[in-house]
C-alpha cells in the first residue's frame, strides 16, 4: 500500500498542444502473503499499517448457482442465519461486532459465493476470529425451526421490498428469459416464494453441511497485521491448537462468553476450523455459456413511472480476455454522461432520462447488458432503433482514440481508488478474497485491470463483432394503467354452471389412394397455412420378435433414417430441413412405426422432397450406426439406473416373456444393440417400409387436388410392396399373484407397477374403459392418487390405465413411493383395485367426474393440426368410424356406475396380478413377503432370477 500511494502521488495533469492529457501511473499491485491450512481453509495476508484496524474477510465459493430447482434461495437464506448466532456465542452477531467498534460489516450471496466481512479493531481481532470459526463449525446446533421461521420471513419481506421498488419485477424476467431452464444462473438469487416456505430445517442443516466448511472457504486478513502474527492466530483459533479461549476472551477482551456446555474451555480451541469436518466433494457447475439465437422479446407491464428498455447478451464468463474486452465496450457505449448513449439518447434526442450499458462476467457464464429509461411518452421502439444503431457503429468503427484513454483513464482511478480501503465492497481484502475463492488467484482484479489497460480498438471490436450480434433478449417494461373496477360485481353467491358441452366438430376426413398402393386420408383445416404429416408403418417395436437382429432393431432404424439418404449428408438434411421451417420425427410404437413431417404450406413441395429422400433411402452409415450404438448403450444404462425405467424395462419380460413380441423392452438388450450392423438396418427398412402396408395421415390448409400431385411427385416413386405382418399371440394371465422384486441399493424410493393382460379392444366397450381408468387412475382426482398421494402422501402421484395393443393389451396400475412405505402401498393399490371391481362401487360423482374428464376436454385435444392428426391416427389404426369422435360424448353420457365396474371387470383379473417393483431390497423384501400376496421372486436388472446366467 505504500507504495501504492507513492505511485498515486506522482499522478500529474499536464497541458499538450492544448489539450488536457492525464499522465496516470500503472497500476499499483497489492503484496500479499497466502497459507493454507491442514483442514483446506486458505489464508491470504496482506499488511497495511496506517491504522490500527483489520479487516476480517471470509469467503465461502457456494451462491445460488448450487441451488437446485425447487430449492431457490438458499444459499441467501442461509447468509441471514449466520448473522443470528452460534452454539457457544448465541446471540445477534451485529450487536457484539458493533460493541467491538466494527466498520464496514455486512454478508453478502451472489449467483457464485456468499461472503461476511468487518473491520475491526486491531485488539478485537482474536474475538472475531473465534467468532467466525464458530459459526463455521458451531452453527446448527443454535438454528431451530423459530429461527428459521423468522429469518424465513426477513428475506421474504426483503423479497417483497426489491419486488417493491419501480423495475424490481425486472430481475426475474431478465434471469428466466436469458437463461435456459436448468441453468444454474436461471433463478434469481434470493428464490422464489414457495421455495422458502418449503425450506425445512433437514434443508438448512443439508447445506450447511454441504458447503460451509473450512476446505471450501477462503479467509483474508488485512491491515494492522504480519505475516507472523497473522500465522499464529490462524492456528490459534483455526488449526489444531487447544486454548482457554474462555479464559482469554472474557480476562483479556473483557467479553462474556456463553460456554457453559463446554465442559473443557481449552478444548475449544481444538481447531475451531481445523478440527471441523472438511466438505464432501462439491461438483462445480462448469463454464456454461448459453448463447441466444434470433431475438427474445418480453413486454410487461409495472407500476412505473416510465417505459424501460433492457437489452441482454449473454456473453463470457469471469476471467476470459473477451468479457473484460466487452466491459470495456460497454463502457463506451453506454458507462456514464460522455457514453454515446447517453449522448444521443439523453442529450441530443432527448428521449431517455438515462441510458447505461454494462457488462458482468460471473464464474461461469456473463451478460452484456443496456438499460434505457424512456421519458414519459417517448416512443420505446424508436430509441430500440437508435440504440441499435449506436451499437452497430460502434462496433463498425470501433472506440475513437479519446473515447478509450477516458475509459482506461476511469478504469485506473477506479482500481487505485479501491486500495485506499482495506475492506468493505471493493476493498484490497475485497479484491485478494474474489480472485482466490473464484478463480484460485488472489491477483485476479489486479491481473484483469493491467489487461484492460493494453486492449485496443480492435479487440474491443472483435469481442462486439462475435458477441453483441445475433441472440439478444429485449424486455419492455411498460407504466401499468389502473383499470376501473366495474360498477356491479357478479354475483358471488353461487358458482355458475358450464353449460351444455357443445358439439365436437370436425374436418370431414378425405381418402385416396397413390399409385404405389399407398393409403391417404385427409381432413382440411385452413386457418393457419401449415400441413401436418404422419406416415403411419406396419412394424413397430413388436415386429422385434420376427427379426433375426433381435430387440432395439426397429427403433434404432427409426432414429436413425435421417442421418444420411443416398443423395444428401445428414447435415444437408436438417439445414434444409431448418431452413424451410419444417419439422421432422420418427418413432416406434407397439404395433406401427411412424415418421413425421410438420411443413409451412409454402415450402410443403420442398419440404416433401427432402422428408421422402429421408424415408425411401436411408443409407444408415455405418460410422455413425457406431455412434448410435454408443448412444443407445448409455440410454439403456440410464434407464437400468432408474427405478423408473427399470420398471418399463421389466414390464414385457416379466408379464409376456422374452420370446412374446410384446416382452422385450422396445430400446433393446445391451448384446443384441452392440452386435448391430449396417445391414440389419437396412434389411428391416427394405422388408418393412413399404407402402402397400402404409397408411399417410395429412391435415391442415391443403386440399385432396393440391395434395396428390405433391405426393406422387415426391412418394410415387416408392416401390409397391406390403410389409409382413406381426402375429401376437394371447398372453393369458397367472393364475395365482406374484411379486418381482429387483434389488437398487440405497434407492429413495421403490418404484411399483401393477400389471396384468388384459382383454383386446373392443369399440363396443371403450367409452366405459375409459370412465374406468378416469375414476381408478387417470384423473389427478383418482382413487390411486388420491390414496397415496393426497391422502398417504407417500408418493408424488400414482396412476393407472390401459396401454391399447394388437391382441391383447396391458392393464397397469403404481407409483413410485418413499421406501419405507413400498409395502403398504402394494396393500393399498391391491385394496382399490378390490374396490373397483365391485367392493366400493362407483359414485356418481365420480362417474359424473369421470364423464366431464372425456368429454369436456375433447374440442381442446383437437385445436391444432397436430392434435387433429393424431386424432386420426386413433381412428385408421383401429379401424374406427369416422365419427367416431362425435358420437363419442353421447356414448359417454349415458354410461351408468354399473357400466364401469363392468368394464373394471373385464380389464382387471380379480387374481392372478402381477407386481414389478424396483426399490432397496434390504428395507423392502421382507415386507413385502409379510403381506402374504403370493410368492416374492427376485430379479436383477435384467429380469433374470437372482443367481441366473
Avoid at 499499483?28 to 491470504?44: D, H, K
Avoid at 434444409?576 to 421451417?581: A, N, R, V, W
Wanted: charged share 20%; net charge neutral.
Amino acid at each position: 500500500m505504500t507504495y501504492a500511494l507513492r505511485t498515486l502521488g506522482r499522478s500529474t495533469l499536464l497541458l499538450a498542444a492544448g489539450a488536457l492529457v492525464a499522465q496516470v501511473p500503472q497500476l499499483p499491485r497489492i503484496p500479499f502473503e497466502t497459507f493454507t491450512l491442514a483442514n483446506g481453509l486458505r489464508v491470504v495476508v496482506h499488511e497495511d499499517h496506517k491504522a490500527p484496524i483489520v479487516a476480517v474477510n471470509i469467503w465461502y465459493h457456494v451462491g445460488s448457482k448450487n441451488e437446485k430447482p425447487g430449492k431457490t434461495g438458499f444459499a441467501h437464506l442461509f447468509e441471514h442465519l449466520m448473522f443470528n448466532g452460534s452454539e457457544n456465542q448465541n446471540t445477534d452477531y451485529f450487536k457484539v461486532l458493533e460493541k467491538l467498534g466494527a466498520t464496514d460489516l455486512n454478508g453478502t450471496t451472489n449467483s457464485d459465493r456468499t461472503n461476511y466481512f468487518q473491520n475491526v479493531p486491531t485488539s478485537a481481532l482474536d474475538t472475531v476470529l473465534w467468532m467466525e470459526s464458530d459459526r463455521m463449525g458451531h452453527l446448527l446446533g443454535a438454528i431451530d425451526k423459530a429461527r428459521l421461521d423468522e429469518q424465513r420471513g426477513v428475506v421474504q419481506n426483503e423479497k417483497r421490498q426489491g419486488e417493491n421498488q419501480p423495475y424490481g419485477r425486472t430481475y426475474e424476467a431478465l434471469t428466466k428469459g436469458t437463461y435456459p431452464v436448468g441453468h444454474p444462473y436461471s433463478w434469481t438469487v434470493i428464490g422464489s416464494m414457495d421455495d422458502l416456505n418449503a425450506a425445512s430445517l433437514e434443508d438448512v442443516k443439508a447445506w450447511f453441511q454441504a458447503y460451509y466448511g473450512p476446505n471450501n472457504a477462503v479467509l483474508v486478513l488485512a491491515g494492522d497485521i504480519d505475516l507472523k502474527t497473522a500465522k499464529e492466530k490462524a492456528e490459534l483459533y483455526l488449526g489444531w491448537h487447544h486454548v482457554p479461549l474462555k479464559r482469554l476472551l472474557e480476562e483479556r477482551f473483557h467479553l462474556p462468553v456463553h460456554l457453559e456446555n463446554q465442559a473443557n474451555c481449552a478444548a475449544i480451541g481444538l481447531a475451531h476450523f481445523g478440527s471441523f469436518k472438511a466438505n464432501p466433494p462439491i461438483d462445480r457447475p462448469k463454464v456454461w455459456v448459453p448463447r441466444m439465437t434470433g431475438e427474445r422479446r418480453q413486454v410487461m407491464q409495472d407500476r412505473v413511472p416510465q417505459a424501460m428498455l433492457a437489452m441482454v447478451w449473454n456473453t463470457p464468463e469471469l476471467g476470459n480476455v473477451e468479457a473484460e474486452q466487452l466491459s470495456l465496450l460497454a463502457g463506451v457505449l453506454g458507462g456514464g454522461r460522455t457514453s454515446r448513449l447517453h449522448r444521443r439518447l439523453v442529450e441530443k434526442e432527448q428521449l431517455a432520462t438515462n441510458a447505461f450499458a454494462y457488462a458482468n462476467a460471473q464464474e461461469i457464464s456473463g451478460q452484456t447488458s443496456l438499460r434505457i429509461m424512456a421519458r414519459p411518452g417517448a416512443d420505446l421502439a424508436k430509441i430500440e432503433r437508435i440504440a441499435k444503431e449506436e451499437l452497430a457503429r460502434l462496433v463498425a468503427e470501433g472506440p475513437a482514440p479519446d473515447e478509450l484513454a477516458r475509459l482506461r483513464a476511469r478504469q485506473q482511478s477506479s482500481y487505485i481508488q479501491s486500495l485506499e480501503r482495506i475492506g468493505g465492497f471493493g476493498g484490497k481484502s475485497d479484491m485478494l478474497a474474489s480472485g482466490l475463492a473464484l478463480a484460485d488467484d488472489p491477483e485476479l482484479r489486479y491481473k484483469s485491470a493491467t489487461r484492460m489497460l493494453g486492449y485496443t480498438a480492435a479487440d474491443l471490436q472483435a469481442a462486439g463483432r462475435k458477441w453483441l450480434g445475433d441472440g439478444v433478449f429485449i424486455l419492455e417494461v411498460h407504466p401499468y394503467a389502473e383499470p376501473k373496477a366495474a360498477a356491479k360485481d357478479a354475483d358471488r353467491s353461487k358458482v355458475p354452471v358450464p353449460g351444455a358441452v357443445p358439439a365436437l366438430k370436425l374436418p370431414a376426413f378425405q381418402r385416396a389412394t397413390l399409385s404405389n398402393g399407398l393409403k391417404v386420408v385427409l381432413a382440411e383445416r385452413h386457418e393457419a397455412p401449415v400441413v401436418q404429416l404422419e406416415l403411419m408403418l406396419e412394424g413397430g417395436a413388436a415386429a422385434d420378435a420376427q427379426l433375426a437382429s433381435g430387440p432395439g432393431t426397429v427403433s434404432t432404424t427409426l432414429g436413425m433414417l435421417d442421418e444420411g439418404t443416398k443423395t444428401r449428408t445428414v447435415k444437408e438434411i436438417r439445414e434444409q430441413f431448418e431452413l424451410l421451417g419444417a419439422n421432422y420425427g420418427a418413432g416406434a410404437g407397439t404395433n406401427q412405426a411412424f415418421v413425421f413431417l410438420g411443413a409451412l404450406k409454402a415450402n410443403l413441395d420442398a419440404s416433401l422432397a427432402v422428408w421422402s429422400d429421408v424415408v425411401m433411402n436411408p443409407v444408415f452409415p455405418a460410422t455413425t450406426l457406431e455412434r448410435v450404438k454408443k448412444e443407445r448403450l448409455a440410454a439403456i444404462a440410464q434407464q437400468k439406473n432408474s427405478p423408473e425405467g427399470l420398471r418399463s424395462r421389466l414390464l414385457g419380460p416379466v408379464l409376456y416373456g422374452p420370446k412374446h413380441p410384446y416382452g422385450s423392452p422396445s430400446t433393446g438388450t445391451e448384446a443384441r444393440v452392440a452386435a448391430l450392423k449396417q445391414e440389419d438396418l437396412k434389411s428391416f427398412h427394405q422388408a418393412w417400409f413399404k407402402p402397400g402396408s402404409a397408411t399417410l395421415l395429412v391435415g391442415g390448409d391443403i386440399t385432396m387436388a393440391e395434395l396428390l400431385p405433391l405426393l406422387e411427385k415426391n412418394l410415387g416413386g416408392w416401390a409397391k410392396g406390403a410389409a409382413p405382418k406381426v402375429t401376437v399371440p394371447p398372453a393369458p394371465n397367472p393364475a395365482a399373484t406374484t411379486l418381482y422384486l429387483v434389488h437398487k441399493p440405497g434407492a429413495l424410493q421403490s418404484a411399483i407397477n401393477l400389471v396384468a393382460t388384459a382383454a383386446p379392444r373392443n369399440e363396443a366397450d371403450e367409452p366405459a374403459v375409459g370412465a374406468m381408468q378416469a375414476v381408478l387412475g387417470g384423473m389427478f382426482t383418482s382413487r390411486v392418487n388420491m390414496n397415496l398421494r393426497e391422502d398417504k402422501h407417500w408418493t408424488y402421484g400414482a396412476d393407472a390405465g390401459v396401454m391399447d395393443t394388437r391382441t391383447v393389451r396391458t392393464f397397469y396400475a403404481g407409483a413410485s413411493v418413499q421406501t419405507d412405505r413400498t409395502a403398504e402401498s402394494v396393500a393399498e393399490l391391491e385394496k382399490e383395485m378390490k374396490g373397483i371391481l365391485g367392493a366400493v362401487p362407483v359414485t356418481a360423482a365420480e362417474l359424473a367426474m369421470a364423464k366431464d374428464n372425456l368429454t369436456l376436454s375433447l374440442p381442446g385435444q383437437y385445436e391444432t393440426v397436430r392434435g387433429l392428426v393424431g386424432g386420426m391416427q386413433e381412428i385408421v389404426a383401429w379401424n374406427l368410424k369416422d365419427d367416431y369422435f362425435q358420437s363419442y360424448v353421447g356414448r359417454v353420457n349415458q354410461l351408468k356406475a354399473e357400466d364401469l365396474m363392468k368394464a373394471a371387470r373385464k380389464i382387471i383379473p380379480a387374481q392372478g396380478r402381477t407386481y414389478i417393483i424396483v426399490g432397496d431390497r434390504t428395507r423392502v423384501e421382507q415386507p413385502l413377503r409379510d403381506l402374504k400376496l403370493g410368492e416374492v421372486k427376485v430379479l436383477d436388472a435384467d429380469g433374470n432370477p437372482e443367481g441366473a446366467k
